[in-house]
Nanobody, 121 residues
Framework: QVQVVESGGGLVQSGGSLRLSCIAS????????MSWYRQAPGKQRELVAASTSAGTTNYADSVKGRFTISRDSAKNTVYLQMDSLKPEDTAVYLC???????????????WGQGTQVTVSS
């Protein structure tokens, strides 16, 4: 079983910064991609940023230049540094982990519960 826990959300003024953390724990052989998604009320969940085990990253166009994803593989942790926050960034931010589990080497997706980010204007 793999547990995914996010932290670091909160209330911040427009133009401010927050740093989210996500740690994966439990029984797995390795982690492939670690990703941040967000979901605002009444909207679909969307990919914000992702970090692969090979070191590549990708971002949603709406956050490029403002958000930075980083990863500490030794700690099974991924971070999301969010700068120049805007009210439209308000959402629940969720971490998704693609982990290899079991002797067959299959990978599965695991989600955290999410952390609320609220940006006031």
């Amino acid at each position: 079983q793999v547990q995914v826990v996010e932290s670091g959300g909160g209330l911040v003024q427009s133009g401010g910064s927050l740093r989210l953390s996500c740690i994966a724990s439990g029984s797995f052989f390795s982690i492939n991609t670690m990703s941040w998604y967000r979901q605002a009320p009444g909207k679909q969940r969307e990919l914000v940023a992702a970090s692969t085990s090979a070191g590549t990253t990708n971002y949603a166009d709406s956050v490029k230049g403002r958000f930075t994803i980083s990863r500490d593989s030794a700690k099974n942790t991924v971070y999301l540094q969010m700068d120049s926050l805007k009210p439209e960034d308000t959402a629940v931010y969720l971490c998704r982990v693609n982990a290899v589990v079991g002797t067959a080497g299959s990978s599965y997706l695991y989600w955290g519960q999410g952390t609320q980010v609220t940006v006031s204007s």
